[in-house]
């Protein structure tokens, strides 16, 4: 039988969130602290041990487990790092379930960090109540998840959900954080278009996304143009996708998602006019838990993988 409660930790480059998480996605206690990212995995997995034993102290059992959220390509079945980025050097390789299932004495099921949050909005917040959702993820960098009759599409190589790696059109030559070209995150991630309204308007150093975002609100025409392509190479892909997942849901969450009217009016244009006519019928609405979409997701995550 589930346990009740679940620890739900959001692994990034930079914080660890995690918190004690209940069946309803409510995250009851919640801890944020710095990932000691230059120690290497195992530091890393000794802060996580520690951190779930504080959140799990008192509760009822003790031996609450664990989901985790990471960054890079997870083997979600053996709960392994098959490859991950800079940001966490040494992280690749790491056999994050089978060691932090030994320094913590608790079952633990991982994914990609992303695939936790698609999961939470899913269950919890803004695709509740739909078997078939499609998840994007627009910040930093451009992700995805896909979660089809309530479960979480891996793949055969754990890479289903990559949207920001689908080529596009609209892509130019400049180069993908994956090291290739013509992807859909060069167009559509906050730095991009931030880098876009730069090379428009010939402004250097570039304005952060956030003021190219208060500068379209104001009628900026290359802040709103930036947006529009940037909205617009999004809405198109996720069209596509629509048109062959057919999902009842599309929900975008990420930073970029909040910009508001500026940004949605050209991202539902271009998603409801590209694909077949049918995908009119699909909803595609903000995230609606932020953060803590990550910390429900990854606890989640432990009621797809019960203990054995
Ligand atoms: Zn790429």
């Known amino acids: 039988m589930a346990d009740v409660f679940a620890i739900g930790v959001d692994l990034g480059g930079s914080k660890i969130a995690a918190g004690l998480v209940d069946e309803r996605g ?44 990471s960054p ?24 994050l379930a089978d060691d932090l299932s030994q320094a913590s004495g608790r079952h633990v099921v991982v994914d990609n960090d992303v695939n936790a949050f698609a999961l939470g909005e899913h269950r919890y917040g803004a695709g509740r109540g739909a078997s078939d959702v499609l998840y994007a993820s627009v910040g930093t960098s451009v992700g995805g998840g896909l979660v089809l009759h309530g ?22 030559g400049d180069a ?9 995150e060069t ?19 570039p304005l952060d996304l956030r003021h190219v975002a208060e500068r379209a609100r104001r009628g900026d025409t290359a802040a709103i143009t930036v947006l529009n392509q940037g909205a617009e190479a999004l809405g198109r892909t996720l069209a596509g996708l629509a048109t062959v997942i057919d999902p009842q849901r599309v929900v975008v969450g990420g930073g970029v998602s909040q910009i508001g009217p500026a940004y949605w009016a050209p991202l539902r244009d271009a998603f409801h006019g590209s694909g077949l006519p049918s995908t009119t019928a699909v909803d595609i ?20 993988h019960p203990r054995n």
Do not use: F, K
């Open 26 to 69: 409510l995250v009851h206690r919640r801890m944020s602290l710095p990932t000691p990212h230059g120690q290497g995995p195992s530091a890393i997995i000794g802060l996580i041990a520690d951190t779930c034993r504080t959140l799990g102290a008192g509760a009822a059992g003790s031996h609450l487990p664990i989901g985790i959220g």
């Open 72 to 95: 890079g390509v997870i083997d979600s079945r053996r709960g392994s790092v098959v490859t991950a980025t800079d940001t966490m050097p040494g992280w690749a390789g790491t056999e």
């Open 151 to 172: 479960r979480l599409l891996t793949g055969a190589h754990h890479g289903a959900g990559e949207l920001g790696h689908v080529p596009v059109s609209a892509a130019g």
């Open 176 to 184: 993908c954080s994956c090291g290739r070209t013509g992807h859909l």
């Open 187 to 205: 167009v559509a991630s906050g730095p991009a278009m931030a880098a876009a309204y730069a090379r428009l308007t010939r402004r250097n150093p």
């Open 285 to 304: 609405v903000p995230a609606a838990l932020g953060i803590d979409a990550g910390i429900a997701g990854a606890a989640a995550l432990t009621r797809q």
